[in-house]
């Protein structure tokens, strides 16, 4: 799988008292950190979007207790803190015919990002460098 690909995980978190701490023990136990999180809600449950150090561990453990989670393949823009640094990389993907399906900001000690769900990650990649903009490495999470 091209570097520039990352694994996202999707975990179902039930909307009650609670349920967020618990997934976040199950992390913590086996010693996972998360870069980057997004928590969307709806009235009976939330998506507990994450990037994490290592997925396919994360997500073994999730799913052998109970918690509902999957895998989706997203990608990580590198952003300046400058206008219109979002709009470039934004611009480019809509002329390609690239749709983004969501997305949610990180900010590092070094680096801020935006991690995007789009429906052709491997055209985005490809329109993305080849315009010089910079994807975060998989590595680098």
Do not use: W
């Amino acid at each position: 799988m091209d570097d520039n690909i990352i694994t996202q995980l999707s975990i179902f978190v039930n909307n009650e008292p609670g349920r967020l701490a618990h997934i976040a023990s199950v992390l913590r136990e086996c010693g996972i950190n998360m870069r980057a999180f997004n928590l969307a809600e709806s009235t009976e449950f939330g998506i507990l979007r994450a990037i994490v150090d290592r997925p396919d561990e994360a997500f073994e453990k999730l799913k052998s207790t109970g918690i509902i989670v999957k895998k989706t393949d997203v990608i990580g823009i590198v952003i300046q803190d400058t206008p219109g640094s979002l709009f470039q990389a934004a611009d480019i993907m809509g002329k390609a015919g690239i749709n983004i399906e969501y997305g949610y900001a990180y900010t590092g000690r070094t680096t801020a990002a935006f991690f995007i769900r789009v429906d052709d990650p491997e055209k985005a990649v490809k329109v993305l460098k080849d315009a010089g903009i910079r994807l975060i490495l998989d590595s680098e999470i």
